[in-house]
């Protein structure tokens, strides 16, 4: 499954510990950018996106459905297929955060009024009047204050000309990023009864907070960090499994123990029973080969009852 990197959480500073860096050359700024966002790879929401308030415009405060934070922001983009504005926004906050925590020395910081942008996911210093310092957009933009954990706010702080030292470092990591794929289609609403389908944890997963207890959070999880095509499989497999159960005994063909592949979303049954994959992983995927992030998988009826996973009869 998908592990947070194990950055430092923002939500957990206050005032005295939020300083500047100490000062260094332009040189150090970029690489120091670079380092922090090649280790990101935005694969995960940082939980310290919550920590971003999005304050709204005239007219919006009593919409339900604006994002109040960064991370509600981010699941927006994810959720109506613009990933990369997610991972764009992700970006600068990861910037944001090192600077703020001290992990991106820096001599010459700018501070200010930040805004995100609606358009292309942008989250800096305002260019203009709630102008996106990005693309230019002006009125599909959102002012944002950060909040730490006792309550002080404070002032969003990015390096000197960040617009260009970010894109820079993005172009810089651009072969290891793997841009979205547009032919992935829309999704309808996941099954509530994946959760009754158990993700059984590997050696050492059961602990992490991250780990997806069932297939409806690993549904989620997949859609949250943008792999709408590992999504859309998982929900056609279980799908399946799901009609199968519905018409009965009939309708099965194979049976044995289930698994799921966080790699492409697959679900389906053990190709060899007790065979591991790499790292002690459950198996080796049947649809894609992979094999080093694949859990097992239980049904469990709420008489308790385990049922094994089927596919439907030829």
Known sequence: FLLSPPWPVLVGMTAESAVAAPGTNPAATAAAIRDVLQGAVVEVLDPRLASVHVEPNAGEAGDEAMPKNLHNAAELFVQTRKVEAAQRLQRCALVFFALTEGRIPCAETAM????ICWQCGHCGLERGVRTCSNCGEATQTNYLQVVLADGVAIQWKEPQAATGTIAAAEAALAP????????????????????????????????????????????????RVGRLEAAAELQRCTNDFLSVIDEGPAAAGSRGQGFVCFECGH????????????GGKACKCTKCGSDGHTNLVQLVLPNGMELPWMTRAA
């Open 176 to 223: 290891s990023m793997v841009p979205p794929d547009p032919q992935v289609p829309s999704m309808a609403p996941a099954n509530p009864r994946l959760e009754a389908m158990r993700v059984v944890p590997n050696a050492g997963e059961g602990d992490h907070p991250n780990f997806p207890k069932n297939l409806l959070s690993a549904f989620e999880l997949l859609v």
């Open 112 to 115: 200010g009024r930040a805004c």
């Open 267 to 278: 679900c389906g049954i053990l190709a060899e029973v007790g065979k591991k994959g790499a």
